[in-house]
Each structure stands twice: as C-alpha cells, then as structure tokens.
C-alpha cells in the first residue's frame, strides 16, 4: 500500500524519538504512504524501559478501571497484528501471597467482562484471535489442582495452560499463596524482536528517512508546519522543514515541548528490572506475579522467562525496581521533570557493576520469598531500565495515547507499548493524512507482513548484543 500512495505533494511528517511509539509511528505513517523522518539520538531503535509481557486485558494492575483493561486489551491486539514476530506464547500467573492485602477474587468479575470483550472482538473479527480462543483466556486453579500438576511432567513443548502450570505447581511456596491463582493469555513481548521488526521495514521503505545518531536541538513553528534543526553526531547541523512534527521522545517528551513552546504536565519515573539466570531450571516456566503493596519491602516480585533458564526480574521495592527520588513531576518552568543526577547517569553513561550487584541479589532473594529454590540463581547481564513518562499527574494511569497542540504538533505519550499504534491511527485521522476505509492492519502493513521471523530473530540477536544483553532476550520463547 505505501508505494501506491506516494506523491510529491505527500505531506512530510517528522517524527522525534526512535522508542516504541516513535517508530511504530513512524512504519505506521510511512506504510500508508506518508513522506516520513525519524529523528533518533541514540544509535538503535526501541531501546526505552523493560517490557516484560503485552498488558492483554491489564490484569496486573488491579488499581485500574476495568475501561483502561478493555483499552489495554484492544490495543494489544492490535499490536501482535501489527507486530506478529515479536510474542512469546506462554501465560501469565497472578497469585496473591497472604503478604498482601488483596483477594484473589477481586480479579474474578473484570476476567469475565475482559473474555466477553475479546469475544465480541473475534466475533467481529476472526483476526483479532491472537491470544488464543477466547473461552482459553484465563483459568483459575484452586490448590488441590496445583498439588495433582506438581506430581506431573511437563511436557518437551507446553501446549495447555495446565502444562505451562507444572513448574510453577512444583516450586512455589504453595502455603505462602491465598487461593485460587489465575492463568491469563498475557504473552511475552520480547522488545529486541520489536526493535528488530521496526528496523528492518524502516531500513527498507522508500518514503521514511530514518536517521539515528542525530539530535534534535531547535524548533520553529512556520506557517505551513516546523522548521527542525538537528545535529548530528559528528557536530554537522541541518534543518528540515516539515508539515508536521510528532513529539514521541518517551521520558523526555518534555525536552521537545519546552523547545516547541507547548506546555505540558507530565510525571516520570525511573525502574529497572534485572537480568539473571536460574542453571538448575530445566523447565518452561510461565510468567508469574506475585502481588504484594507497590513500594514497600513486600512488593510485588515478577517473573519473566526467557530460553535456557533466564529470567527477568521485577520487585517492586525501592531497593530494587523501583528507586528512591524515581518518580518526578514537571514544574512551572519546564514541561520535562528533572530525575536525579544520579539515575540521569545511569541512563546516560551505564550502571556501576557493584549496583547491578547487589540489587539483583536483592531481586533473587524476593523472588525467592515465593520460589525458595530461585536462590541459586545469579546475575546474568545489564539490567533492563529506563524513565517511564506518564502524562498529567496520575501515576497509575496504564492506557493513554496521543494528544494535540495546534494544527501541527501531536504529542505520543504512552505509558505502555501496545498504546502506539493507536496513538499513530488517531493522528492521521485527526490530520486526515488517509482515509482507512475500514482496511486491516495486514492489508496498511505490507513491509511490515513480509518480514522473514528468522531474520527478525537474528537482527534481534543482534541488538542484544550490541547492547551488552544475552541473546537469550531476543530469542522465541514458548508455542
């Protein structure tokens, strides 16, 4: 489709900020036929905070609306169409540790109202079945049913929900959890597999400009759009003259707003979740969460698979995800919250080893309140991190997209990854750049439908390593 609908008169649309709603912005625009620029500063895309699973239904966040989860659902649909290599096909469990407040029950009616929303979406259309069927969605499992799986071995290629349970059924601490537990299809999204997928269509359509390494270091709004003035990494200054600009610069959106002169209010904060390896695990192990009080010693402790034994850690303590000072809001002067020097650094210039260190000893030891056995695992890598912004003043808003200055300014702020490409259809309709005419997300993609699964794997390989992580991370995992 893009090739068929570009012309000179095409609008130029400039797109700042490489992370996942900058380029999926940015292939979404450019797939459709749009003359497109993305301005990024660092030297690959996606590379922004640690994403662990595709929020498919929100059922994590127990302090959202059940309208943020359906949003949160919708979006992440749209999101493995749109990205179909890029899924790790295991479950999620949620358990509730007596350590929390919470019940198990809670969850209960929202899972219902989530399953019949995904079904009225595959009744609508067959496509949107990306998650499993949808009478598959979630499956509560009382203790006595755990006990009889933990007696069974699981099979070389975990098909069932049951038997992705199996390993959880034998190494949590089974007295230490409230009943029942849920298994719910949130997959895994391996965000080097995303960053592969954007590159490799960008790199490859005609109409899309993509420069890396080039920072963005003046704005003036002109009668027919923006005048950008970059620079890049050798010094050299340029201009572009543009009809549109796109602010999608994640925690630092602020910095372009202050330069556009549109103001803005806006949170940020800084989490990390650490990379190690479990030698002993010789099974496939579902994601599991453990809920517990957000910013207390007895957080929620999260764990993501990945091949070989490795795992991502999540706890959100203050010494371990989350950090004190790590949340930040903007001021009168300035539409970007300033971060302490300190966590600036570690975004800026890497993590001091002995840090890394020690908090993911302290990761694996609350890991290991739930699975006494994690104990034995160790470090494995550079921990994943970043700033996540979150607009307006509600730190626990999940599901937000883009919103509008003047006729020529969008700003993308979302807080999760599966909220861009609807953040991208919202512009173009608000700007009216196509007319969709109920066309398919398949059928607007086609770069993006042809990619290779394989190479998409490999260049992922590739980025993990150039940025200093295990291939482990880009690898499939799962069905």
């Not at 260190?357 to 994690?374: G, W």
């Not at 104990?375 to 550079?382: D, L, P, Q, S």
């Not at 999940?398 to 953040?423: C, M, N, P, W």
């Not at 919202?426 to 997300?441: H, P, T």
Request: glycine content about 8%.
């Amino acid at each position: 489709m893009q090739s068929d609908n570009t012309k000179v008169d095409t609008p130029t649309v400039a797109v700042i900020g490489g992370g996942i709603a900058g380029s999926t912005a940015a292939l979404h625009l450019a797939e459709i036929g749009i003359n497109v620029v993305l301005l990024e500063k660092g030297k690959t895309l996606i590379s922004g905070p640690p994403i662990c699973h595709l929020h498919a239904g929100g059922n994590l966040y127990r302090e959202i609306s059940t309208s943020q989860c359906i949003e949160l659902l919708k979006q992440s649909i749209e999101s493995v169409r749109l990205y179909p290599h890029t899924i790790n096909r295991r479950p999620t469990v949620i358990a509730v540790p007596y350590s929390d407040g919470g019940s198990p029950e809670e969850l209960y009616e929202r899972l219902i109202t989530i399953q019949r929303c995904y079904q009225e979406l595959v009744d609508s259309d067959p496509s949107n079945e990306v998650l499993g069927k949808p009478c598959d969605y979630y499956k509560f499992y009382g203790r006595d049913e755990l006990e009889e799986l933990a007696s069974r071995t699981q099979p070389e290629h975990p098909k069932h929900v049951d038997d992705w349970m199996i390993p959880f059924a034998k190494s949590a601490d089974l007295e230490s959890l409230k009943f029942p537990v849920v298994a719910v299809q949130e997959h895994g999204w391996s965000v080097f597999r995303i960053a592969a997928s954007a590159t490799l269509a960008l790199e490859s359509i005609n109409n899309c400009e993509l420069l890396t390494e080039t920072q963005v270091i003046g704005l003036d709004n002109t009668e027919t759009g923006w005048r950008v003035e970059c620079m890049n990494a050798q010094g050299q200054q340029s201009v572009l003259d543009v009809d549109y600009l796109i602010n999608a610069c994640g925690y630092e959106t602020g910095n372009i707003d202050d330069l556009a002169q549109k103001p803005r209010n806006r949170l940020v904060e800084f989490k990390a979740a650490y990379v190690t390896r479990w030698d002993e695990c010789n099974e496939l192990w579902p994601e599991v969460i453990f809920h517990g009080p957000r910013g207390t010693p007895k957080g929620m402790a999260q764990l993501t698979p990945y091949p070989n034994g490795v795992f991502q850690l999540h706890g959100m303590t203050k010494d371990i995800t989350l950090f004190d000072d790590g949340l930040v809001a903007s001021g009168k002067q300035s539409s970007q919250p300033t971060l302490p020097l300190r966590l600036r650094r570690k975004i800026q210039q890497g993590w001091d080893e002995p840090v890394v260190l020690e908090r993911t000893r302290r990761a694996i030891e609350h890991m290991a309140n739930f699975v006494p056995d994690y104990k034995t695992a160790h470090e494995f890598g550079t921990p994943l991190f970043g700033a996540q912004q979150i607009p307006g003043s509600d730190e626990t808003l999940r599901a937000a997209d883009v919103t509008f200055e003047g006729q020529h300014y969008a700003r993308i702020e979302v807080v999760k990854g599966s909220s861009a490409l609807e953040a991208a259809t919202k512009l173009v309709e608000e700007w009216s750049l196509f007319d969709y005419q109920g066309a398919s997300i398949e059928s607007m993609h086609p770069v993006s439908m042809a990619l290779d699964p394989k190479v998409i794997e490999s260049k992922a390989e590739e980025l993990a390593k150039m940025r200093d992580y295990p291939p482990e991370l880009a690898n499939v995992y799962g069905q």
